[in-house]
């Protein structure tokens, strides 16, 4: 029998319509990450600036990711991406006039990104656990995968877009361009044909009440008990943990390898952004095109013991292109780590609990990072850029000694 066809969740309508606006869109957002990472560096010529920008994306992800995942449970998908995606449109708008303007302070950058990191706490539970409304759970493991292509692909076009346009329109455009991007996936969400959705855990019992406050509080602590009950979940849990802490984190530094280390400019940190997307999009393809989800718990070992290999590796580049070819084997590492757990823990949950460990796991997953970015920001400004990206990765094959070593034994 031949493999499944690598684009079988392209079958699907909605799943189509999702696949054609996130591209369009998330191509927007690297585009405006490349920009405002480049922007607060060229205000501020500082690395710990960087990592307060980061630290105030992520934190509201790691406050409230868990409530995210409960309205998720609750409320109807698809209107919550709507309007999650219309108040990020807003926040790119925002940022655009500011800088336009003249008028951009380092202070507003970080307002508008914990505002979207705001809209993120609720949008990344519900975009997660809205696939299989979309593909079904036949096509779920194949799904997760070319979700993460998608985002990775983006990862490549927006930010090698950014590196040429920033040179000629500067950031406000970026942002503008970014704002506009949001329409693609607005419209895909609108004209999707949806089955109506099943009862969702928490629903009214008939006495108005558990929907209420109490109501919340134990399907949060619910999904917490059942995560922490369950060795390979809490296992899989931990070491995303680790890999969002050490390894993610690395990232936020590019723009300073990029301007000090390796003297190469704005187009410089795009082809840097770009290279360590190409090797997401390879890993990402490389899962989705796998038959079945035998052997993830291997890959995920492996994923997290290459991701910090390819960093410390990458942290002592002796030139520039070298660094361009040594950080995409991160992204490879990365995007078998990430789909692998990701599918893991899809798989392992029960159907009525799914959005709740979605909602953990990208609690702890992007919730770490604005602790991660201050972590590599503060590294970075008292030992230097390469030598705080060489301990990050150091952390992540630790994490691969330990965690990853469970799941591959649990």
Same mark, same amino acid.
């Given at each position: 029998m031949?493999?499944?066809?690598l684009?079988?969740?392209l079958?699907h309508?909605?799943?189509?319509l999702?696949f054609c606006g996130?591209?369009?869109?998330?191509?927007?957002?690297?585009?405006?990450?490349?920009?405002?990472?480049w922007l607060?560096y060229?205000?501020?010529g500082s690395?710990?600036a960087l990592?307060l920008?980061?630290?105030?994306?992520?934190?509201?992800v790691?406050?409230?990711?868990?409530?995210?995942?409960?309205?998720?449970?609750?409320?109807?998908?698809?209107?919550?991406l709507?309007?999650?995606?219309?108040?990020a449109?807003?926040?790119?708008?925002?940022l655009?006039l500011l800088?336009?303007?003249?008028?951009?302070?380092?202070?507003?950058?970080?307002v508008c990104?914990?505002?979207l990191g705001?809209?993120?706490?609720?949008e990344?539970?519900t975009?997660?656990?809205?696939?299989?409304?979309?593909?079904g759970k036949?096509?779920?493991?194949?799904?997760?995968?070319?979700?993460?292509?998608?985002?990775?692909?983006?990862?490549v076009l927006?930010p090698?877009?950014?590196?040429?346009?920033?040179?000629?329109?500067?950031e406000?455009w970026?942002?503008?361009?970014? !704002? &506009?991007s949001f $329409?693609?996936v607005i419209? @895909?969400?609108a004209?999707m044909? %949806?089955?109506?959705?099943?009862?969702r855990p928490?629903?009214?019992?008939?006495?108005?009440?558990?929907?209420g406050l109490?109501g919340?509080?134990e399907?949060l602590?619910?999904?917490v008990?059942y995560?922490?009950g369950t060795?390979l979940v809490?296992?899989i849990?931990?070491?995303?943990t680790?890999?969002?802490?050490?390894g993610t984190?690395?990232?936020v530094?590019?723009?300073?390898?990029?301007g000090?280390v390796f003297h190469?400019g704005?187009?410089g940190?795009?082809?840097?952004?770009?290279s360590s997307?190409?090797?997401s999009?390879a890993?990402a393809?490389?899962?989705?095109?796998?038959?079945d989800?035998s052997g993830?718990r291997?890959?995920?070992?492996?994923?997290?013991a290459g991701?910090g290999a390819?960093l410390?590796?990458f942290?002592?580049a002796?030139f520039?292109? !070298? &660094?361009?070819a $040594?950080?995409?084997?991160s @992204?490879?590492?990365?995007m078998v %780590?990430?789909?692998s757990t990701n599918?893991?823990?899809?798989?392992?949950?029960?159907d009525d609990?799914r959005?709740?460990i979605m909602s953990?796991?990208?609690?702890?997953f992007v919730?770490?990072?604005?602790?991660g970015?201050?972590?590599?920001?503060?590294?970075?400004?008292?030992?230097?850029a390469p030598m705080?990206?060489?301990?990050l990765?150091?952390?992540?094959?630790?994490g691969?000694?330990?965690?990853g070593?469970?799941?591959?034994?649990?």
């Amino acid at each position: 029998m031949s493999n499944p066809s690598l684009f079988r969740s392209l079958r699907h309508r909605n799943y189509q319509l999702y696949f054609c606006g996130q591209l369009v869109s998330l191509s927007g957002t690297w585009m405006q990450n490349t920009a405002q990472g480049w922007l607060v560096y060229r205000l501020t010529g500082s690395s710990l600036a960087l990592g307060l920008v980061g630290f105030a994306a992520m934190l509201p992800v790691l406050l409230l990711g868990l409530f995210g995942g409960v309205l998720a449970d609750r409320l109807p998908k698809r209107s919550l991406l709507i309007w999650a995606q219309v108040l990020a449109m807003l926040q790119a708008a925002v940022l655009c006039l500011l800088t336009l303007s003249g008028h951009i302070q380092v202070w507003q950058v970080v307002v508008c990104a914990a505002c979207l990191g705001l809209v993120n706490a609720v949008e990344m539970p519900t975009r997660h656990s809205f696939v299989v409304e979309m593909v079904g759970k036949d096509d779920l493991h194949n799904a997760i995968a070319l979700n993460s292509s998608i985002f990775h692909l983006a990862r490549v076009l927006g930010p090698s877009a950014a590196g040429v346009l920033l040179g000629f329109i500067g950031e406000g455009w970026c942002f503008g361009l970014n !704002a &506009a991007s949001f $329409l693609a996936v607005i419209v @895909g969400l609108a004209a999707m044909r %949806l089955e109506a959705a099943p009862a969702r855990p928490g629903g009214n019992d008939g006495n108005g009440e558990a929907g209420g406050l109490g109501g919340v509080r134990e399907n949060l602590l619910e999904g917490v008990r059942y995560a922490w009950g369950t060795p390979l979940v809490r296992a899989i849990l931990v070491l995303i943990t680790i890999a969002s802490l050490m390894g993610t984190s690395a990232m936020v530094l590019l723009p300073v390898f990029a301007g000090d280390v390796f003297h190469a400019g704005p187009r410089g940190l795009g082809y840097l952004t770009a290279s360590s997307g190409l090797g997401s999009l390879a890993g990402a393809l490389y899962i989705a095109g796998r038959r079945d989800s035998s052997g993830l718990r291997s890959l995920a070992l492996w994923g997290c013991a290459g991701l910090g290999a390819a960093l410390v590796l990458f942290a002592r580049a002796p030139f520039y292109w !070298a &660094a361009v070819a $040594l950080i995409a084997p991160s @992204g490879f590492c990365l995007m078998v %780590l990430m789909p692998s757990t990701n599918t893991m823990l899809q798989l392992t949950a029960p159907d009525d609990m799914r959005g709740r460990i979605m909602s953990l796991y990208t609690t702890l997953f992007v919730g770490m990072s604005p602790f991660g970015s201050l972590l590599a920001g503060s590294l970075s400004q008292w030992l230097g850029a390469p030598m705080a990206v060489t301990i990050l990765g150091l952390g992540c094959l630790a994490g691969a000694l330990g965690p990853g070593r469970a799941i591959s034994k649990t």
